[in-house]
């Protein structure tokens, strides 16, 4: 789906009007204000509930933009914008000192990325050529710690009049959030894994990046301990155990609702169910539908069966341990 041009110059004049305006990339959809109106960026935060100390991403149309957010921009993070820029990584930078509070937490970096979705490029694209800053601060377009959209349906179920123009571009590509990766510090580090893996950044850098110790690392989004998450209570439940867990709720009177990889429940049990892929990027691409699907299948427990321990399988874990930890939560 492709949004007209009419739609663009919507979409502009509101940015430009300091509103809100939600749009498609590659892994969520994100909720979109000027990044350079600290007030426009507080709407994000309102029309969220997002606290006002988490920082937002900024997204810009290409490479020669980063100059103007970020400063002392090193080698390191050069290299791996040319390797996956436009695309699903986020850097986290010193930023320029004019750059907001607002869209910073009152930190002292910013966290930049070039997405990798037509729409979005677009957008930006067009925002710079009518004297935009060229920058929009967007995190996902859904109620904060909620689960994150892949479509505009979801946009507009999670968030309603809140925002004034959903841009609809299609289902997401990648499904998760993009990976974060410091290079404000020294050397680079993980913060928060996504689809490019630790080993697509040992291939361009010639080492494998740490994944930063929390003590001193910047803020960044989706590091609360709870996040993604259903409003139905959820738990992660290991293969041998999923029948008896799911068999011994049903005995109890419970509604359960089942994610499995492996292989589907027996007949009769759960209540609900979806079989997703037993491959990283497929079960991440279809995870946050799922869970949305099932939080609306009208049960009282959501049971996920573990996933495999193997690093191709850490953004998805990340994902899933933090839904869990905020499930059923108001």
């Not at 050069?78 to 607002?102: S, Y």
């Not at 689960?147 to 507009?156: K, Q």
Request: proline share 9%; glycine share 10%.
């Amino acid at each position: 789906m492709t949004p007209r041009d009419a739609d663009y110059d919507r979409a502009v004049d509101l940015l430009k009007g300091g509103e809100l305006v939600a749009f498609p990339t590659e892994t969520v959809y994100g909720l979109g204000a000027d990044a350079a109106n600290p007030a426009a960026v507080v709407r994000i935060f309102a029309a969220k509930g997002r606290p006002a100390d988490h920082p937002l991403i900024v997204h810009v149309a290409g490479h020669d933009w980063v100059e103007r957010w970020a400063e002392k921009v090193p080698a390191a993070a050069w290299e791996l914008m040319e390797a996956f820029w436009p695309g699903p990584l986020t850097l986290i930078l010193k930023k320029q000192a004019w750059v907001p509070a607002a869209v910073t937490g009152g930190q002292d970096t910013v966290g930049l990325r070039v997405p990798g979705h037509p729409v979005a490029l677009e957008l930006l694209r067009r925002f710079a050529a009518a004297g935009g800053s060229g920058g929009i601060a967007a995190p996902s377009a859904n109620r904060f710690g909620r689960i994150s959209p892949t479509t505009a349906d979801h946009v507009r179920e999670e968030l309603g009049g809140r925002v004034p123009l959903v841009l609809d571009g299609g289902p997401c590509k990648v499904g998760v959030e993009s990976t974060i990766i410091d290079c404000s510090r020294g050397e680079p580090a993980i913060l928060r894994p996504g689809h490019i893996l630790p080993a697509h950044i040992e291939a361009v850098l010639g080492e494998r990046p740490p994944v930063a110790d929390a003590v001193g690392a910047p803020r960044v989004s989706g590091s609360l301990e709870a996040h993604y998450a259903p409003l139905t209570p959820m738990r992660l439940v290991a293969s041998g155990r999923l029948l008896d867990f799911l068999n011994a709720h049903r005995h109890r009177g419970g509604r359960c609702a089942a994610l499995c990889h492996s292989q589907p429940p027996q007949a009769g049990m759960p209540h609900a169910w979806r079989m997703l892929p037993a491959d990283p990027v497929g079960y991440a691409h279809d995870l946050y539908a799922a869970l949305r699907d099932m939080d609306h299948a009208g049960v009282d427990m959501i049971a996920v069966e573990a996933i495999p321990d193997d690093p191709a399988w850490a953004a998805v874990a990340d994902r899933l341990r933090r839904a869990a930890a905020g499930a059923g939560k108001a």
